[in-house]
C-alpha cells in the first residue's frame, strides 16, 4: 500500500464505521433489535481496522526506513473479527487520547465495556440473529425482529462513536510527540540555567539539579523514518477546518457542531441574564 492508499483507506473505514452506527441507531429506533445490534457490530468492525491503521502509521516513525505498511500481524487483524472487536475494547478502556478537563468516568464505562466483551465471544452468532429466521430450543422461528434487547445498545454505539473522533485527536498528539522526540535541544546557557534557578526556587535542592544537568546536557535529534506514512503536525497558517464534513471526518464534525451550538446557547443565557 502506498502512502496515498494507506490515507485513503482510514478515511474510507471511519466513513462507513459512521454510516454503519448511524443505521444501528435508526433501525433500533424503529424497534428492530437485532438488525441493529448486527449493524453495531459491523461498525466496531470497520473502527478496528482504522484503529490499527492509525497504530501502525504511529510505528512507522520509528520503524525501519521502507519498511513495508503492511504486515502479517496488521492481516491477521484484519480477518478476525474478535481482534477487531478486542482492539476496539481495549481503545476504549485505555482512551489513550482522552481530551477534556476532567478524567474519564472509568466506574461509568464498565456497562457498555462489558457488552463489547460479550459481544467478542459471540459476535457471529449475534451478527447473524440481526440477518436471518433462526430456531430456538423448542424449535420456534426466530425473526431478526423478535430478538429481545439485552443491553443498553444506544450507549454502547454512542461510545464508539468517539473513536473516530479521538483518533483524529490522536493524529495530532501522537505528531506532536514524534516532532518532540526528534528535535535537538542544545545545551543550555548559563542564562537559562540562572532562569531555571528562579522559577524552581522553592524545589528540593537535588529535583533541582537534576533538573539543571538535564538542562546542561540538552538533547541530540532522532531521526524519524517512512516520512510518507507517519503522522505530521499541520503545517504554519493551515485552516483547522480544512477536513470539516469530509469522508472519515463524522465524528469531529459532530463534535465541533455541538460545541458551536453549545457555546451559541451559553452567549445566549449569558445575553439573557440581568
Known amino acids: 500500500m502506498s502512502p496515498e492508499q494507506v490515507v485513503a483507506v482510514e478515511d474510507a473505514l471511519l466513513a462507513n464505521a459512521d454510516r454503519l452506527l448511524n443505521a444501528a441507531l435508526a433501525v433500533l429506533d424503529l424497534g428492530s433489535f437485532g438488525l441493529a ?14 484503529i490499527a491503521i492509525h497504530e501502525r502509521r504511529v510505528e512507522m516513525a520509528y520503524a525501519p526506513e521502507g519498511e513495508p505498511f503492511v504486515t502479517k500481524q496488521l492481516n491477521h487483524l484484519w480477518a478476525s473479527h474478535p481482534k477487531k472487536l478486542r482492539l476496539v475494547h481495549s481503545f476504549l478502556v485505555d482512551e489513550p487520547y482522552w481530551f477534556d478537563t476532567i ?3 472509568r466506574d461509568g464505562t464498565a456497562a457498555y465495556l462489558g457488552t463489547i466483551e460479550r459481544w467478542t465471544e459471540r459476535h457471529n452468532t449475534l451478527k447473524q ?11 420456534d422461528a426466530v425473526a431478526p425482529q423478535d430478538v429481545a ?3 443498553s445498545l444506544a450507549d ?9 473522533w479521538q483518533l483524529r485527536l490522536g493524529e495530532h498528539i501522537e505528531a506532536k510527540q514524534q516532532a518532540q522526540w ?9 542564562e537559562e540555567l540562572e532562569e531555571t534557578r528562579k522559577l524552581f526556587s522553592g524545589v528540593k535542592p537535588e529535583v533541582l539539579e ?30 483547522p477546518f480544512e477536513n470539516l464534513g469530509k469522508p472519515g471526518y463524522e465524528a469531529g464534525t459532530r463534535e465541533l457542531i455541538w460545541l458551536s451550538e453549545d457555546l451559541d ?10
Open 37 to 50: 445490534r448486527s449493524l453495531a457490530i459491523l461498525g466496531m468492525e470497520e473502527s478496528g481496522k482504522a
Open 103 to 105: 478524567e474519564p468516568d
Open 129 to 139: 440473529q440481526g440477518f436471518y429466521v433462526d430456531l430456538d430450543d423448542n424449535g
Open 149 to 151: 434487547e439485552e443491553e
Open 156 to 164: 454502547v454505539v454512542r461510545h464508539v462513536h468517539q473513536i473516530g
Open 182 to 190: 526528534a528535535e535537538e535541544i542544545p545545551p543550555a546557557t548559563e
Open 210 to 239: 537534576t533538573i539543571l544537568e538535564a538542562q546542561r546536557r540538552g538533547k541530540e535529534g532522532r531521526e524519524l523514518h517512512n516520512d510518507g506514512y507517519r503522522l505530521h503536525l499541520p503545517g504554519p497558517g493551515s485552516n
Open 265 to 274: 446557547k451559553r452567549g445566549e443565557r449569558d445575553r439573557s441574564e440581568p
